[in-house]
């Protein structure tokens, strides 16, 4: 196992210039902005869209589902109520463009929850912008308005609250139990949130049972598990409704493309999945920080999933920037000022590669929208 703990370089104690930074931001801008504003409609836009507005105008929830002819007056659990109806409201303001303004809103949420990791974690500005330019140009190819963009938001935020959780520090946890409430109304992939949470849970009993005040922080923590499974049972079904779910995560889906393996699909798919496997493995090999396994596992997990159902390559990406943004900082400082010298064609060390950036960047825009399927 390679690690390099015993001859990395010493950190910059000055750390990264404030021009490194603004030039990150105004690429990531530049970047999110030409992928928010492309997207496609997904098949399942206008049923998701004409049940939020018969559920406006009704004011109630269908129990039977009213546009069925294979099964009419069979009962509906419809998991996706809250989306639907968030989805009325922005097709009732302004038409498609509310829809694509709740889609960039969405997306944005979700980067910007990496980038609390990343600046929480202190990665450099250039490592930030290679994981904004490879992650902002696939996620965005899974966020079609549709209720799964509300699910890969919040587990984007999910992360940001159990990234931040230390022993004493309850504020952050105390909003999980909301999110699952509100998680749990708008999409069925609240399961695997409360599978992720349990994951980091679990860390953090673990590191409560080995520090000073024990019975104060396993109360606490043993009262959020309990709120945060309770928050599910909030919703218009109550305990049915885990019936439901339970049968739609059992239920195969062989003719459905996106549940199908990553292998299955075109060697750009492939790619990807293998980029957002093999990126935070290797920093974890070559970092010395090899605990936090909480993050690990959660990580292997992601490895897992998305390998079988391709729906999951999001899940991936940010359990990956997870590991990749708290191994970063060590592996740049050993390898960083070799790239700087090689991006600034030999020229001193210390000269800025943000035109090679740059110039990357152009090159990824330019391929944004082509050769997805």
Request: hydrophobic share 55%; glycine share 8%; net charge positive.
């Amino acid at each position: 196992m390679i690690s390099l703990s015993s001859h990395r370089a010493p950190l910059s104690t000055a750390g990264p210039s404030r021009a490194a930074w603004i030039w990150t931001v105004v690429a990531i801008v530049v970047l999110f902005t030409g992928n928010a504003l492309h997207t496609m409609a997904d098949p399942d836009l206008w049923g998701h869209l004409r049940f939020g507005l018969a559920h406006r105008d009704e004011g109630r929830l269908a129990r039977v589902d009213p546009y069925s002819y294979t099964a009419a007056g069979a009962a509906w659990t419809n998991h996706e109520w809250l989306t639907e109806w968030s989805f009325a409201v922005a097709y009732t303001a302004a038409g498609a463009e509310g829809l694509m303004v709740l889609r960039a809103t969405l997306l944005a949420a979700t980067v910007a929850a990496v980038g609390v990791i990343c600046v929480r974690r202190k990665a450099p500005p250039a490592a930030v912008l290679v994981l904004a330019i490879f992650g902002i140009t696939v996620m965005s190819q899974f966020f079609r308005v549709r209720p799964q963009m509300f699910t890969y938001a919040a587990m984007a935020w999910l992360l940001v609250i159990c990234d931040g959780h230390r022993p004493g520090k309850r504020l952050g946890l105390c909003l999980v139990p909301l999110l699952m409430l509100a998680w749990t109304n708008l999409h069925a992939g609240f399961v695997a949130g409360l599978g992720v949470f349990s994951v980091f849970w679990l860390g953090f009993v673990v590191e409560a049972w080995r520090g000073p005040r024990r019975r104060q922080e396993l109360r606490f923590l043993g009262a959020v598990m309990t709120a945060a499974w309770g928050a599910t049972l909030v919703n218009p079904y109550g305990i049915e409704y885990w019936r439901y779910v339970l049968f739609a995560v059992t239920l195969p889906r062989p003719a459905i493309t996106e549940w199908r393996s990553v292998f299955m699909h075109n060697a750009i798919l492939q790619a990807c999945y293998v980029a957002s496997a093999i990126v935070p493995a290797a920093m974890w090999l070559l970092s010395s920080r090899k605990r936090f396994w909480a993050e690990t596992a959660v990580f292997a997990l992601g490895i897992v999933l998305a390998g079988r159902h391709v729906r999951h390559l999001p899940f991936l990406m940010l359990f990956g920037s997870l590991v990749y943004a708290r191994r970063v900082p060590e592996v740049w400082s050993h390898f960083g000022p070799r790239v700087q010298r090689f991006m600034a064609g030999g020229a001193e060390t210390g000269s800025s590669p943000w035109p090679a950036f740059a110039f990357l960047l152009l090159l990824v825009m330019a391929g944004v929208g082509g050769g997805w399927k």
